[in-house]
């Protein structure tokens, strides 16, 4: 049995369970990565989504985290209950933009930061594309729906790919990760919000203060919401997916000038980015890793 096979017989399963427990659970619906079914109640709508990708079979809870209906069927499912801290819990907007970065704990290659511009009809039509977090979703998937996000909101997007050179230099600048996170955020919304009517931005919660546009007045009337994962709502989603694109493709460029580069932080990396300080000294490793890195530096001392 295939791994959509497999997926198919889980949100079954899910649907069963939900109907015997007196909730009433919409037909499966199938979607280009997911299978899902939809708890209707008069407030609010729950989506329980079965996912089906590199990583296996993933079960997602789409909805207000805080509402009873959300607890009640994550308990039944997981057979668990949410203890947790309540955090803000927003509606997603109608108009607004969503950002999110790609690379920041990798070694090798750029940080990029996209920004995406979202409506109530291109929500609507991401959606059904199955836009989501880009951490859940292979390299081809990434590859396909980057496109097709690309295709469906035209020019409502930003990107930054900061390369590890200017990195390198940035964060001598700022000499702090959060900060140069701000940096990069504020740069690809800033762009964005020059050619929209946008008046909300939302992100991931990376730093205490909010995020900040520098350089005009036009972030002053714009309502910052600063959220943990954030990717639940479309647009940041969307951004993961073109920012990790844009991530890849800058590996695949380096495979053209003959330098192979693993992703991630691992030994093995590590291994990778001695071997090039030894063979091409620190200029070249400076134009390929993030020197910043205490991996990095203790190469360096060997």
């Not at 997603?92 to 996209?114: C, H, M, Q, R």
């Not at 693993?262 to 093995?268: D, L």
Request: charged residues 25%; proline residues 3%.
């Amino acid at each position: 049995m295939d791994i959509k096979a497999k997926a198919l017989r889980e949100i079954e399963k899910v649907k069963s369970l939900l109907n015997s427990e007196g909730l009433v659970a919409s037909a499966i619906s199938e979607k280009p990565y997911n299978y899902e079914v939809e708890i209707v109640s008069v407030k609010e709508k729950i989506k329980v989504q079965v996912y089906f990708g590199k990583k296996g079979i993933k079960k997602v809870i789409q909805g207000n985290m805080e509402s009873e209906l959300y607890q009640k069927i994550n308990g039944i499912i997981t057979n668990e209950l949410i203890l947790k801290f309540p955090n803000p819990v927003f509606d997603e907007p109608d108009n607004y933009i969503g950002s999110d970065e790609s690379g920041k704990g990798d070694i090798f290659g750029p940080l990029v930061t996209a920004a995406v511009h979202v409506t109530t009809e291109t929500i609507e039509k991401l959606d059904k594309l199955g836009v989501r977090d880009s951490k859940d979703l292979s390299e081809n998937q990434i590859t396909e729906l980057a496109y097709l996000i690309e295709k469906t909101i035209g020019q409502n997007y930003e990107i930054v790919l900061i390369t590890p050179a200017k990195y390198n230099e940035l964060y001598k600048k700022f000499k702090n990760l959060n900060k140069l996170l701000n940096w990069s955020h504020s740069k690809a919304i800033e762009n964005l919000l020059a050619r929209t009517n946008c008046q909300t931005v939302i992100t991931d919660k990376f730093e205490k203060k909010n995020l900040s546009i520098a350089g005009t007045g036009k972030g002053m009337n714009i309502k910052f919401i600063q959220t943990p994962k954030a990717e639940r709502f479309t647009a940041v989603a969307a951004a993961s997916i073109l920012a990790r694109n844009a991530f890849n493709r800058w590996f695949i460029s380096q495979r053209k000038t003959g330098y192979d580069l693993p992703k991630g932080a691992s030994e093995h990396v590590a291994l990778k980015a001695g071997k090039i300080y030894r063979q091409s000294g620190e200029e070249i490793l400076n134009n390929l890793a993030k020197m910043h890195f205490k991996t990095i530096k203790k190469i360096k001392l060997q």
